[in-house]
Nanobody, 123 residues
Framework: QVQLVESGGGLVQAGGSLRLSCAAS????????MGWFRQAPGKDREFVAA????????YYADSVKGRFTISRDNAKNTLYLQMNSLKPEDTAYYYC????????????????WGQGTQVTVSS
């Protein structure tokens, strides 16, 4: 089992940057694929990005490709999401998630979820 705690959200102007972090508990973080998801008010949750357990492969939603970068530091049990060139439409609650299968993360069906952190982008 893994427990996840996000941080780094906040208010930023359009065009700005934020870096989200997700701290994971447990000794087996490196065996989990990880992902970021977001949900805006009145909208369904959507996949943002995923990364395999080794960090060797990454996956992105088209809406964030080229602007967001997912990464992980297995020695620190931490997942990151670097968000650049932020747009008002990126405003949402961002969640990190984990699963031992990458396909479950990419399919928006990871087993473990964090509590989320709010990102607000002003125009």
């Amino acid at each position: 089992q893994v427990q996840l705690v996000e941080s780094g959200g906040g208010l930023v102007q359009a065009g700005g940057s934020l870096r989200l972090s997700c701290a994971a508990s447990g000794r087996t973080f490196s065996s989990y694929a990880m992902g970021w998801f977001r949900q805006a008010p009145g909208k369904d949750r959507e996949f943002v990005a995923a990364i395999t357990w080794s960090g060797g492969n990454t996956y992105y939603a088209d809406s964030v490709k080229g602007r967001f970068t997912i990464s992980r530091d297995n020695a620190k049990n931490t997942l990151y999401l670097q968000m650049n060139s932020l747009k008002p439409e990126d405003t949402a609650y961002y969640y990190c998630a984990a699963d031992q299968e990458t396909r479950e993360v990419v399919a928006d069906k990871p087993r473990y979820w964090g509590q989320g952190t709010q990102v607000t982008v002003s125009s």
